[in-house]
């Protein structure tokens, strides 16, 4: 029709197949990572498997040390179960109507994390799910070591303790310990906190990777870190728990799963496999009988067996010579790690130099403020001696006013005595004077003396008040000369203060994370640097480790105090199972050494007698 002739249905004829086949393709569907720290998510097809989920996600974490991790998701009877590597996403046993949502975790643990563990980001990730899984109570953990691995969390979160910085309740907003801790002891979290501030200090000069290194080093002590339990019946149809962890197999009794009872470790093991709900483990040694126990569900069998071919795999290559490409990886990031140790260090140095200089202005302020104190005060003095000198001078000159006025005065007397004496002497001699003349005479020559008298005693009391004066006012113009001393001294000293060269410039430090600090020093670096570093890695190191008594000393210190702060009636069957081991001078490693003893056909027998 509109005049193409059959050039358009040619057109239409060769685009059709195209079209229908982008019609048929598969439309993409949104899957949710979890991660401890993220929540991610990715548009993937029906085609797509597990394996390529998981190195997507390993990608987006740089994360290089895959094989400890896995994809964890809630199966169609609502149990936790980790996704196998080659099977499709689709084809997994998710509940009906479920999202596609997956937990991306640690599955296998190794036996030492700081051996073997390699990257910061594989410390990081174990750290925060260890981390939360002491604070969800997933793993027991006293009181005591609760307080310590907070302060290496918060070391790891906040870094080295800064007074200006952390001030009282600056945790508040953070969950340090679990909450059975937090309700069984009669302390306030304002309590807690303070306590765990003060170890915090000691965490001083560590990384927030070493931080968090030494959080898992702790945690490996525990009794329940890195097991993973399955309820389980041995022949007599006991309820047991097996625990399944990097060095072997434990059995626990079903209502204590902090000892174990009996232990396989994996060296001794030299098959495994299940039929229904039996679960058999055949043991290196050929003489003893299988080790068999019963699941009652299938299910469970499964995840044992992957659990332990996981375990067993890498139980065995920690003991083969390690691959090239891990070597290049330890070396790579041994590397990397010295680079922010030195990076590090040169931050504790220019921020202690910073607190010097700080600590060095503030004793010269406040020094200068005493100073200037002290000259105001001398100010004042010297205005008071010279205000008092004043007065006593002008009552010096009124003193010697009135002593040469009664001076006179006396002097008149005097000759008004004398005079009087005289006129008596005339009359007496003259005999014409009458008997009343004569005593009027005697009277006027008793007044004069008597006048003469007084004025003589006052004369001499004005005379001595004037000496007084003026040795006040002598000793007024010494206190006057030496208020003046004092003041030109103190501004004097001021001056001088004022004058002091400023401390070193650490205005570099001022960012929060001190970006420009590591800048600058990124800029100077050099190779020649990292032998340095690596024998103050050593140093540090060495001096960590002597630090180890003294943690053990705080530790007991402290249980000793939570002890009588402890609320019994709160306590669980956790805590007094724990308390039953420490009572009894039992830990994790020493239970272990216990159990191991013996052959295995002797902790077979003994699992089957539970």
């Not at 303070?194 to 990777?209: G, M, Q, S, V």
């Not at 525990?222 to 993973?228: A, E, K, R, S």
């Not at 004025?455 to 001595?464: D, I, L, S, V």
Request: with cysteine; charged share 30%.
């Amino acid at each position: 029709r509109l005049g193409c002739g059959g050039s358009c249905s040619l057109l239409a004829a060769s685009l059709l197949p195209r079209i229908l086949h982008l019609h048929k393709m598969p439309k993409p569907f949104s899957v949710r990572v979890l991660t401890v720290e993220s929540e991610l998510e990715f548009a993937i097809q029906a085609t797509t498997t597990v394996q390529q989920l998981f190195e997507q996600v390993a990608r987006t974490l740089s994360l290089r040390e895959v094989w400890y991790f896995g994809l964890q998701f809630v199966d169609s009877k609502n149990l936790l179960a980790w996704a196998r590597i080659h099977k499709k996403i689709v084809a997994e046993d998710f509940a009906k109507d479920a999202p596609f949502e997956f937990r991306f975790a640690v599955r296998y643990y190794p036996e030492d994390a700081a051996e073997e563990l390699i990257w910061d980001v594989t410390i990081r990730l174990f750290y925060l799910q260890i981390r939360d899984a002491i604070l969800r109570e997933e793993i027991y953990c006293p009181a005591e070591t609760a307080v310590l691995l907070a302060s290496f969390a918060v070391q790891a979160k906040y870094g080295d303790f800064r007074p200006e910085i952390h001030r009282p309740g600056f945790l508040a907003n953070d969950t340090l310990l679990p909450k059975r801790i937090m309700d069984q002891y009669r302390l306030t979290r304002a309590q807690w906190e303070e306590r765990i501030a003060e170890w915090h200090k000691d965490r001083a000069t560590l990384t927030r990777e070493m931080a968090m290194l030494e959080y898992i080093k702790i945690a490996e002590e525990l009794d329940m870190y890195g097991v993973t339990y399955f309820d389980i019946l041995n022949k007599k149809g006991t309820r047991l728990y097996l625990g399944v962890n990097a060095e072997g197999l434990n059995v626990y009794e079903h209502d204590n799963r902090l000892t174990p009872r009996a232990t396989f470790p994996w060296n001794e093991i030299r098959d495994v496999h299940y039929s229904s709900q039996t679960f058999t483990i055949s043991p290196m040694d050929r003489k003893s009988k299988d080790f068999v126990f019963y699941s009652e569900h299938l299910r469970a069998n499964k995840r044992i067996l992957e659990l332990c071919m996981g375990n067993h795999e890498l139980f065995i290559r920690r003991r083969n010579p390690e691959t090239l490409d891990i070597q290049q990886m330890r070396q790579q990031a041994r590397d990397e790690r010295m680079h922010r140790q030195k990076e590090h260090q040169f931050l504790v140095r220019e921020r202690t130099a910073r607190m010097e200089s700080d600590k060095k202005r503030a004793e010269l302020e406040a020094r200068v403020r005493k100073l200037d104190d002290d000259a105001r005060a001398a100010m004042a003095a010297l205005t008071v001696s010279e205000k008092q000198a004043r007065q006593l001078e002008d009552q010096v000159r009124q003193a010697h006013l009135e002593t040469a006025a009664i001076e006179e005065l006396w002097r008149k007397a005097n000759d008004a005595r004398i005079q009087a004496e005289e006129a008596a002497r005339r009359y007496h001699e003259a005999h014409t004077a009458t008997a009343d003349e004569k005593g009027t005479l005697l009277q006027a020559t008793r007044d004069a003396e008597r006048r003469a008298k007084e004025m003589q005693a006052a004369f001499k009391r004005k005379e001595m008040e004037t000496h007084q004066l003026a040795q006040q006012l002598a000793a007024a113009r010494e206190q006057q000369q030496k208020d003046s001393s004092a003041l030109v001294a103190a501004t004097s000293a001021a001056r001088e203060v004022q004058e002091l060269p400023a401390g070193p410039d650490t205005s570099v430090l001022d960012g929060e994370d001190d970006d420009a600090a590591v800048q600058q020093y990124r800029s100077a670096v050099n190779e020649d640097m990292l032998d340095n570093v690596r024998k103050h890695v050593e140093q540090e190191r060495l001096a960590l480790s002597s630090k180890n008594a003294h943690i053990k000393q705080q530790l007991e210190a402290l249980a000793a105090m939570l002890d009588q702060e402890r609320d019994q009636a709160k306590m669980g069957e956790l805590d007094r199972q724990h308390a039953e081991n420490v009572a009894a001078g039992r830990d994790k490693f020493k239970t272990l050494r216990a159990i191991k003893a013996g052959n295995t056909r002797s902790r077979v027998a003994a699992f089957e007698d539970l």
